[in-house]
């Protein structure tokens, strides 16, 4: 597989429910992001990792829990989300570290549906 | 504040033509990245340009590119000759470099409708 992989691409939740967002990348890189996306805004930054270190957390609620066990992968662990957290969510990956000139690379995101 | 603004919510081209999608961006940083990305029906955001604060000519990408107006603080997309495949969400994107590089923020999209 090449570029950047998500899993899955639809989720349906309850509010009590535990899931967890898997991202991989297969680009070599060394940033990774978690992005969401709802209908009529603009998408919103919510974590980032560099060289598994995060250092971006975007004042997230703590109901959304990342984790970046190396390089290649990323989560994005769920718990008693709310209705108002249903987006879609997309995970990107950039070559270099803190470098304003790296493009985003991203997946075709999770639609998640919190019921 | 950094912030980006597109203007134009929704865009009809015929096939063919040229289109220009509007962004403006405003920053105090002197170095800064400028993209446009495009997002099909799929959801996937894809990659098209790139601008640089510092890049003196006009970023080129096949039939896209950008026009970069440094003074005006726009960075307007150009489509050449507009195909069907090319209807989708497009988003303007900065990334400043007082930032650390990490934080790339993105305008609120156009979408662009082609017609035969």
């Known amino acids: 597989e090449t570029g950047v992989t998500q899993t899955p691409r639809h989720l349906v939740m309850g509010m009590t429910n535990k899931k967890s967002l898997k991202c991989e990348q297969h680009?070599?890189?060394?940033?990774m992001y978690w992005y969401k996306q709802s209908a009529k805004k603009p998408l919103e930054l919510m974590f980032v990792?560099?060289?598994?270190?995060?250092?971006e957390n975007n004042s997230v609620p703590s109901r959304f829990s990342p984790e970046c066990p190396n390089s290649s992968h990323l989560f994005l662990h769920l718990h008693t989300l709310q209705p108002e957290d249903s987006a879609l969510y997309l995970c990107a990956s950039s070559a270099a570290s803190g470098q304003y000139n790296s493009p985003l690379h991203f997946g075709n995101g999770t639609r998640l549906t919190v019921t | 504040a950094q912030k980006i603004t597109q203007t134009q919510p929704g865009m009809f081209v015929q096939e063919k033509e040229a289109v220009t999608l509007d962004c403006t961006y405003d920053t105090s940083d002197p170095s800064y990245g400028l993209f446009w990305y495009k997002q099909p029906s799929s959801g996937e955001m894809i990659f098209l340009i790139y601008q640089g604060s510092y890049d003196q000519q006009n970023a080129t990408e096949g039939r896209y590119s950008l026009n970069f107006q440094k003074a005006r603080k726009s960075a307007n997309l150009v489509i050449s000759a507009s195909q069907l495949g090319d209807s989708a969400m497009y988003f303007c994107?900065?990334?400043?470099?007082?930032?650390?590089?990490?934080?790339?923020?993105f305008g609120a999209g156009t979408r662009l409708f082609v017609k035969a």
């Open positions: 990792y560099s060289l598994e270190e995060r250092v």
């Open positions: 994107a900065m990334t400043g470099g007082n930032t650390g590089g990490f934080k790339t923020i």
């Open positions: 680009l070599g890189h060394n940033a």
